[in-house]
């Protein structure tokens, strides 16, 4: 994502401020990988660099949520990004999504192209949230569950229950009832370094 495209209308509110985009675009080189369908916005990986102290100001419901690793977040190499939600399916600004392109690979499409951008442009690595490994709840939380990250050589820093997460999937009724809490709440930290 550079200037141009927020320009051309590219959805970007889990993104913040223009002003912040713009100053992420112009530290970082991007904010996100895009997707299209010939012209039609489809999907987006948005990244930030790593932050220790970024804390989420309404847990799960809000964008912070992505870089948010709680008080005891790991000091991490400089220069690391920090991978932020997956939009699937995305074509506006709405939480609505077309699930006609989930399950195609897009997601995995748009990791590898970041990995790769990532490296080729000098970080150090990258790190990620990763979701529970109910389809259900990683569509809903818009990221990929640690089986897929693993596939990258990413290596796992730490795994928590996510209380807020396991409330909001029974909630919402993504899940059985009878459901383990560990299948649909459990969050895990993930990196990967460049050697």
């Known amino acids: 994502m550079i200037r141009d495209d927020i320009e051309n209308g590219v959805p970007t509110a889990c993104q913040g401020t223009d002003s912040e985009i713009y100053e992420r675009i112009e530290s970082l080189g991007s904010s996100a990988i895009l997707v299209f ?45 920090s991978i932020y939600c997956y939009h699937v399916g995305q074509f506006d600004e709405t939480e609505a999504r077309d699930k006609n392109y989930h399950g195609l690979g897009i997601g995995k499409a748009m990791l590898e192209y970041l ?7 000098g970080f150090s690595g ?7 490994e109910s389809r259900p709840v990683m569509s809903f939380m818009g990221g990929q569950p640690l089986s897929v990250y693993e596939n990258y050589g990413f290596k796992t820093l730490r795994s928590e229950m ?24 459990l969050v895990s930290q993930c990196i990967k370094y460049f050697e």
């Open 162 to 185: 996510d209380e807020q997460l396991l409330n909001v999937v029974r909630e919402k009724r993504l899940v059985p009832k009878e459901a383990n809490p560990k299948d649909i709440a």
């Open 126 to 132: 990258v790190v990620a949230k990763a979701t529970p």
């Open 115 to 121: 990995l790769v951008w990532a490296k080729e442009s």
């Open 37 to 81: 369908d010939n012209s039609k916005h489809i999907a987006q990986l948005q990244f930030r660099e790593y932050n220790r102290e970024i804390s989420s100001p309404n847990g799960l419901w809000d964008p912070l949520y992505w870089g948010d690793f709680g008080p005891d977040a790991p000091i991490l190499r400089d220069r690391t990004l």
